[in-house]
């Protein structure tokens, strides 16, 4: 499986959505719809993360700011976050509101203050401002696709087809979860999962799946007794002689030390537009 460092990892991704095979996005498979006659699969680049670091979300927002450069791709760029908070952002855009004034209406609505799994922190919400500023200057389109419901691979796999389909995005990009991202027909680690990944896939979009790699360092998470920041061992910048780690994803985006980002609260300093 390969390792991408950083910053190598954010062109070659890039690049790949740039230059992908066709051939591979349109090799026959009885499962997946075919695209039609003359037509390539659209792309999905799924990012699978470990919430609550400051590195993913910032590696993410380089990726997309680099996307955003192609001027010929309508690009989508989906967050794993409450349905619930897309108002705000189709808002925000609508009456191109500042970072400071969409900053509180976001802190201040309930199902952010609901997330405590490490999706709503500082790191997060800086991501967010910095897409919704590409957002209201038209170079991509921002949504968040977390559904909420129990069966939550199927839900959200389809939302994020569907809203690629109607908005006809030629690349889609995703941070999520590193389980949904994954693209096995079972998470190899819970054979009871279908990730969303693979369900994206069986939906005929050519999906591109990354699981990200780190060193010793710290995160935000809720474990089983309680949320706060935890110590995380580190991977190994070579590939893994367990093999069923990679399985499911295309390679790894490794991105060195971590660090927590803790929960964005009203409490957080306002940081306005440049």
């Keep these: 499986m390969k390792f991408l460092p950083l910053p190598l990892c954010v062109l070659a991704l890039w690049l790949s959505s740039m230059a ?7 090799r026959p498979d009885a499962q997946k719809p075919a695209p039609q006659a003359g037509q390539a699969a659209k792309e999905i680049i799924l990012i699978g993360e470990m ?5 993913t979300p910032r590696l993410f927002s380089n990726l997309v700011t680099l996307a955003a450069r192609d001027e010929k791709k309508r690009i989508g760029v989906g967050l794993e ?14 009456k191109s509101a500042t970072a400071g004034s969409f900053r509180e209406q976001l802190l201040a ?3 952010w203050q609901k997330i405590n799994d490490g999706r709503s922190s500082e790191a997060m919400l800086d991501l967010i401002c910095e897409t919704l500023r590409l957002a209201e200057r038209q170079k991509v389109s921002l ?8 069966d939550r691979e199927e839900d959200m796999a389809q939302l994020i087809g569907r809203r690629a389909r109607e908005q006809g995005y030629d690349v889609t990009f995703i941070l999520t979860g590193n389980i949904h991202a994954n693209k096995a027909p079972h998470h190899p680690l819970n054979q009871k ?7 994206l896939e069986e939906q ?14 710290e995160t935000w998470m809720c474990s089983r007794t309680e949320c706060g920041v935890h110590h995380l061992k580190g991977w190994r910048t070579a590939a893994d002689p367990d093999a069923i780690r990679g399985e499911g994803y295309d390679g790894v985006l490794f991105v060195g030390p971590i660090h927590a980002s803790p929960p964005a609260h009203a409490s957080v300093p306002v940081k306005e537009a440049q």
């Design 20 to 26: 992908f095979s066709q051939s591979q996005a349109q």
């Design 51 to 55: 919430h609550g670091t400051q590195e």
């Design 81 to 94: 976050l409450p349905i619930l908070l897309q108002r705000l952002i189709d808002e925000a855009v609508k």
């Design 109 to 111: 609505h309930p199902a």
């Design 143 to 150: 949504f968040f696709f977390d559904t909420e419901t129990a």
């Design 193 to 199: 999962i279908v990730p969303m990944g693979h369900r």
């Design 204 to 217: 005929g979009f050519a999906v591109h799946s990354y699981d990200v790699g780190y060193s010793e360092g």
